[in-house]
């Protein structure tokens, strides 16, 4: 009963979360017509930046790459004050974009959606969410963001600790006040390495419990030099146009050179330069350090140096050493005075592979190995990560012709046309999902390019009367198994990574994003829209479908 009006969708598009892709969606796709409503369980927009609010929450891209290119007015009045912006002017601007393009109307907080189920017969969406609504919508878009769901620490008797707990990803909105207090963060990825430098300021004592040490790197974060703001600005244009055709997504080359054919001496001027930029500079030094152990060698070698100059205590300084994985396949981390924060008297590093936690006491932690030993504590931080990238997807229960449940389809590790559709789950959408380049870009770039593809789709549908979209089975598994080439070729298979999905017990160890780069990616899409949308199979009304064209390869 296709054309029963009860059945007939209210909304065009649901989008769920109002993060940055949220915000973005709820915006394009308004401006063209269609009928959208956004559903985030927050109780306001902003997502990561929403709910991260620890201290020393700041992006590790740029400020002045990190915002939307899609309104230049909005790039050219919005000021950012620091070279890297701190989360409560991201929010600020967030809140300011959503002001400014009156989005607000049209968000729905403190509502989580439960299940979507797909209906085949009137080609919707039927939304549920624990508000009990009941929402129709011809497309659904999961707009949940890849480091949404917190994994917090499966430790003995953390329920019985009488001091406050705190996840990073959970972060009270008043500021929590650690002067004199005596505090343990467990966790040294990018928010553990935030989060302890705030820390030490106030602490009286500081423990700082590491399992792995950290690949970081100085952000050389400052005041936002306004000769800078002014040339960015000047250019905005060229340099958002060079970051959609680079693999990282930022507007600067990436060297076509081979650490092989630099002599170490111009290796080390190469790396110290970049050293002396900052962040993700390094990154694009040799074109070599994510495929090669060897090359990546040469360049974590260098890190570990810089990390022992600035310890001054070089056993401390070699436990912050990370040995077992290569650099950056587990995520770098950018920081401001981490290591320095352990030349402080009040700062401890406890390596946990020497003293694991034996449990969580009412008043503290007890250490075991081969020194135990009880730690009196009033306050534990948690930076212990995410259920990256699919957590916030399967937490939905999303059914789709016939009743299959993405759960279910994914229980081997998640297939995907592009990271965005979904063979069986005909009209659904995932921004920045998994097998597509998402966290392994500045993520602005790739969420800008998901939120235009997805317009360019729903655009092409309504004007030929269109109702539903899907990839083949067959395009859906030479995708899945072009992402996996790329990935088996690269070496983030060698890290227990969050990329990996191995920081989850019981996650199946896949790679999550793809390794092929945000330009490629790109101009693989922009192929499939030109070829007819090579591997989709798109529908009219009663079932007619089109004729399809196959993916092909894509080089
Ligand atoms: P993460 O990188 O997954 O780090 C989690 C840390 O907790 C790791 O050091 C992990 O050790 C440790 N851990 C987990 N369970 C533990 C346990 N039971 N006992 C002891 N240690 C435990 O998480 P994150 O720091 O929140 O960062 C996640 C991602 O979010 C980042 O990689 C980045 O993409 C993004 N992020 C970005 C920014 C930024 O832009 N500035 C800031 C924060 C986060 P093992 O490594 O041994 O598992």
């Known amino acids: 009963m296709p054309d029963d009006p009860d059945r007939m969708p209210q909304l065009d598009v649901l989008v769920v979360g109002a993060g940055i892709s949220g915000i973005h969606l709820l915006h394009r796709l308004r401006s063209l017509g269609f009928r959208v409503l956004v559903v985030e369980a927050g109780g306001d927009l902003g997502g990561t930046w929403y709910w991260n609010r620890y201290p020393g929450a700041r992006c590790d891209v740029e400020s002045l790459v990190y915002s939307y290119s899609w309104s230049d007015e909005l790039q050219q009045s919005w000021h950012w004050t620091e070279r890297y912006a701190p989360q409560p002017e991201i929010l600020a601007y967030l809140e300011h974009v959503a002001d400014r393009f009156d989005l607000r109307r049209d968000m729905r907080f403190s509502t989580r959606v439960t299940t979507a189920a797909w209906d085949e017969a009137a080609s919707a969406w039927t939304v549920a969410t624990d508000a009990g609504d009941e929402l129709r919508c011809r497309f659904l878009i999961m707009a949940t963001g890849c480091l949404s769901v917190p994994r917090l620490p499966e430790i003995d008797g953390l329920e019985r600790f009488r001091g406050d707990v705190h996840p990073t990803a959970l972060w009270p909105h008043q500021p929590?006040?650690?002067?004199?207090?005596?505090?343990?963060?467990?966790?040294?990825?990018?928010?553990?390495?935030?989060?302890?430098?705030?820390?030490?300021?106030?602490?009286?004592?500081?423990?700082?419990?590491?399992?792995?040490?950290?690949?970081?790197?100085?952000?050389?974060?400052?005041?936002?030099?306004?000769?800078?703001?002014?040339?960015?600005?000047?250019?905005?244009?060229?340099?958002?146009?060079?970051?959609?055709e680079t693999a990282g997504g930022n507007p600067w080359h990436e060297r076509p050179q081979s650490v092989f054919d630099?002599?170490?001496?111009?290796?080390?001027?190469?790396?110290?330069?970049?050293?002396?930029?900052?962040?993700?500079?390094?990154?694009?030094?040799?074109?070599?350090?994510?495929?090669?152990?060897?090359?990546?060698?040469?360049?974590?070698?260098?890190?570990?140096?810089?990390?022992?100059?600035?310890?001054?205590?070089?056993?401390?300084?070699?436990?912050?050493c990370p040995y077992d994985y290569p650099l950056a396949t587990k995520r770098m981390c950018i920081d401001t005075g981490y290591y320095e924060a352990f030349n402080r008297p009040n700062v401890r590093l406890v390596d946990l592979r020497r003293t694991p936690i034996v449990e969580v006491t009412e008043h503290g932690i007890r250490l075991g190995g081969d020194a135990p030993q009880r730690l009196e504590l009033d306050a534990l931080i948690l930076a212990t990560g995410f259920d990256a990238m699919t957590g916030a997807l399967q937490a939905v229960d999303l059914r789709g012709r016939d009743g299959r449940s993405l759960r279910e389809k994914w229980a081997a590790g998640p297939r995907t046309y592009l990271g965005l559709a979904h063979a069986g789950f005909p009209n659904l959408f995932t921004i920045t999902g998994p097998s597509s380049p998402s966290v392994l870009s500045n993520v602005m770039v790739s969420i800008e390019q998901h939120v235009e593809l997805v317009a360019t789709i729903l655009c092409h549908l309504r004007d030929r009367g269109l109702?539903?979209?899907?990839?083949?089975?067959?395009?859906?598994?030479?995708?899945?198994?072009?992402?996996?080439?790329?990935?088996?070729?690269?070496?983030?298979?060698?890290?227990?990574?969050?990329?990996?999905g191995a920081n989850?017990?019981?996650?199946?160890?896949?790679?999550?994003?793809?390794?092929?780069?945000?330009?490629?990616?790109?101009?693989?899409?922009?192929?499939?829209?030109?070829?007819?949308?090579?591997?989709?199979?798109?529908?009219?009304?009663?079932?007619?479908?089109?004729?399809?064209?196959?993916?092909?390869?894509f080089a």
């Open 467 to 500: 109702t539903s979209i899907e990839p083949t089975a067959e395009a859906e598994d030479a995708w899945v198994e072009h992402h996996r080439a790329l990935g088996d070729a690269s070496l983030y298979p060698r890290a227990n990574s969050w990329y990996m």
């Open 176 to 244: 929590v006040d650690f002067t004199g207090r005596r505090v343990a963060v467990v966790g040294t990825g990018s928010s553990g390495v935030q989060v302890v430098p705030e820390v030490a300021r106030e602490a009286a004592e500081l423990y700082v419990l590491q399992r792995t040490p950290a690949f970081s790197v100085p952000s050389w974060n400052g005041p936002l030099d306004p000769a800078v703001e002014r040339d960015v600005k000047a250019h905005y244009a060229e340099r958002r146009a060079l970051a959609r």
């Open 262 to 320: 630099a002599t170490p001496e111009e290796r080390q001027a190469e790396f110290e330069a970049r050293y002396r930029v900052g962040g993700f500079f390094l990154h694009s030094a040799y074109n070599d350090l994510f495929t090669d152990p060897e090359a990546n060698e040469i360049v974590s070698d260098f890190v570990r140096a810089k990390i022992r100059e600035r310890v001054a205590d070089p056993d401390t300084g070699e436990q912050l």
């Open 504 to 553: 989850v017990p019981g996650k199946p160890r896949v790679l999550l994003p793809y390794v092929g780069g945000v330009g490629r990616y790109r101009r693989i899409c922009e192929r499939i829209v030109a070829n007819d949308f090579a591997g989709f199979v798109l529908r009219g009304p009663h079932g007619r479908e089109l004729a399809v064209v196959p993916a092909g390869a």
